[in-house]
């Protein structure tokens, strides 16, 4: 177990709508990452905060945000949703400095029908 | 703009045998990290190990051992007297200090031991 919990573990959806997932750090890991693995694209980094900021963006579509709150939990909000969206979006988090490994939360599984 | 690749899409394998997992990297920095993740077939992707780029010291951790090489952009995985267990996707990793520490990830190896 890492210590990064993700809900939901399964997520089932039409197109056209709107999901959000959520992720809760480890305990004192400041920084948030979220991540898209497809088997077409592999792992792709989407987003990170760092202590409420936003500190990098990666391959993130305009239909997709996030935030991340005082209390560290994020959020990954993905709207308009396209078939091509069917994932599985991991989280993982980490103290911070870019030298220390990330540990990464179960990940949830996304199917856009 | 940094890469990482795995050329190796999938290894089949019989138990006790050792198995080496090669990654190559691309980076224009000179302060970077590297790490390898294992993905069971459960999904999880588990850390095993972070390697900075001014230490070039190989690590063994049990059956686990990795050869990091700056002269080859090398760094290399083998597993020793491979078990089941050990089934999983092998994926490299690079981060740089530029990019906040966003993990730049290869292509993964399945890697199957055969009992």
């Known amino acids: 177990d890492s210590g990064v919990t993700q809900t939901p573990k399964h997520l089932i959806t039409a197109t056209g709508q709107r999901v959000t997932l959520r992720c809760s750090p480890r305990s004192g890991d400041l920084s948030v990452y979220w991540y898209q693995q497809s088997l077409d694209q592999g792992l792709q980094f989407l987003i990170q905060y760092y202590n409420g900021e936003e500190r990098a963006k990666g391959n993130i579509l305009e239909r997709f945000s996030a935030q991340q709150f005082p209390d560290l939990h994020s959020e990954l909000n993905l709207s308009s949703l396209e078939l091509g969206d069917s994932a599985l979006y991991f989280c993982?988090?980490?103290?911070?400095?870019?030298?220390?490994?990330?540990?990464f939360g179960p990940g949830t599984r996304l199917t856009v029908t | 703009a940094q890469k990482v690749t795995q050329a190796q899409t999938e290894i089949s394998v019989v138990e006790k045998e050792d198995v080496t997992l090669d990654c190559v990297y691309e980076t224009r920095d000179t302060t970077y990290y590297l790490f390898w993740y294992k993905q069971p077939p459960s999904g999880e992707l588990v850390f095993l190990i972070r390697r900075n780029s001014f230490d070039e010291q190989n690590e063994i951790s049990g059956r686990y051992s990795w050869n990091f090489q700056k002269s080859t952009s090398s760094f290399n995985f083998t597993i020793t007297a491979s078990q089941v267990v050990d089934s999983a996707v092998y994926f490299c990793a690079l981060s740089e200090p530029t990019s906040y520490g966003k993990l730049t990830f290869g292509q993964g190896t399945i890697l199957t031991v055969h009992p």
């Open positions: 993982a988090s980490s103290v911070g400095d870019p030298s220390y490994e990330q540990y």
